[in-house]
């Protein structure tokens, strides 16, 4: 049996630790939800990252990716948490957690993916009060000594990038809802 590797993303706490509560979106504040004023902006798709648009979800970069493609999916209504989630909306959204892969592995052929959420700040939610699927690339050894030893994440392409790439290997286009 292999030993167990290690991969660090040490900035991860401190940003997690630096947001505040209106960066965060308290549960039940839409005004203060980074995901809700997202979606209410008047900016194009790729400025807003939008991926993928459906009736009731959306797909869209993460601003702070811990790799290129990072992807997340979460419902358009304000929601913290999966039980919360309306049959439809769950319904759609993982479909759209389906899809997200697809157009990983699509645009980036990865050696794995990683898809997960964390629900509630204890679990290390950076937005806790709106839900939302990570959904990422993965490779064997992806992590390089920048992230290690000079607490600094080496990207190696810009978000306008991996929208691009991933709008275009989304499955059956983007849809508009």
């Known amino acids: 049996m292999a030993g167990l590797e290690h991969l660090w993303a040490g900035w991860r706490s401190d940003y997690i630790e630096s947001a505040t509560d209106a960066e965060r979106g308290a549960r039940g504040d839409r005004d203060a939800c980074v995901f809700c004023r997202i979606l209410a902006s008047s900016l194009d798709d790729e400025q807003r990252h939008l991926v993928w648009t459906g009736e009731r979800c959306v797909a869209l970069l993460n601003a702070y990716p811990y790799t290129s493609g990072h ?62 699927v990570h959904c990422l690339p993965r490779w064997n050894g992806d992590t390089n000594f920048m992230t290690s030893v000079a607490e600094t994440r080496v990207m190696p392409e810009a978000l306008s990038v991996s929208w691009r790439k991933l709008t275009e290997a989304w499955p059956g286009g983007r849809p508009r809802g």
């Open 71 to 132: 992807l997340m999916v979460l419902p358009r209504r304000h929601v913290g948490e999966l039980e919360e989630l309306e049959p439809d909306e769950a319904s759609e959204l993982w479909s759209a957690v389906t899809d997200a892969v697809r157009a990983i592995k699509a645009a980036y052929t990865p050696g794995g993916v990683n898809i997960g959420a964390n629900l509630g700040r204890a679990a290390g939610a950076g937005v806790p009060g709106h839900f939302h």
